[in-house]
């Protein structure tokens, strides 16, 4: 049930707050957004759009047009969880998104993030 409250929020509602935790950092919001289309294949204009609506983390992921195939490449703790070892498929996925945020804003290397 505590989930359900996490996947009503509006992606719009979380995404400023993603850019002020990398800019407090002395990283940009063009890395945030290059790791957010680079895990749910976004494109620019997609992302703006799902900035600017009202969309929630279900449909957002629902609407990403693939996850990024390298995706399971992403591990290590976010919230005192593996990612990895996180059974629900959006629950993961959301925490998949904040761990690329995490790392960015920690200023780790953009082709590590990418997990190239």
Request: charged share 25%.
């Amino acid at each position: 049930m505590a989930n359900t409250r996490i996947f009503q929020m509006t992606f719009s509602s979380i995404y400023p707050m993603y850019v002020q935790k990398v800019e407090r950092k002395g990283q940009s919001k063009e890395n945030v957004d290059k790791v957010i289309c680079w895990l749910t294949g976004y494109d620019e204009a997609g992302l703006e759009e799902q900035i600017s609506s009202e969309t929630t983390l279900t449909e957002f992921f629902d609407q990403a047009s693939q996850m990024n195939p390298n995706v399971s490449l992403i591990t290590g703790v976010i919230c005192g969880v593996r990612v990895e070892n996180i059974e629900d498929p959006l629950m993961q996925k959301i925490r998949y998104m904040d761990k690329l945020v995490d790392e960015v804003a920690k200023g780790k290397a953009m082709e590590k993030i990418l997990r190239h």
